[in-house]
């Protein structure tokens, strides 16, 4: 068992920056892909970002490419996610995943093949 808990949403302006944390125990984490996903009132949960185990391979979906960053550190058991510019269309909450998996490759977008979740933090961007 993974137990994943999410940090540092809250309300901000267009434009600002936040940065999400996720503290996991339980099982050893540094071996985990970690996904970080989030669902709008009356919308799909949807991909925003993942990480391989080691840190060196990422994926980000096209809406947030280039403004958010996803990172880890394997000695914090800790992944991150850094949002910069940030737009009213970010408003969601947003749940930390991880795999069993080190990578998902192609597979990495679809939240059914994580096996842990966060219960979420919410992110409100103010226009």
Known sequence: QVQLVESGGGLVQAGDSLRLSCAASGRTFSTNAMGWFRQAPGKERE??????????TTFYADSVKGRFTISRDNA???VYLQMNS????DTAVYYCAASQRRWLYSQVTKNYLYDYW????QVTVSS
Not at 86 to 89: Q, S
């Open 47 to 56: 991909f925003v970002a993942a990480i391989n185990w080691s840190g060196d």
């Open 86 to 89: 940030l737009k009213p269309e």
């Open 76 to 78: 914090k058991n800790t």
């Open 118 to 121: 966060g219960q979420g933090t």
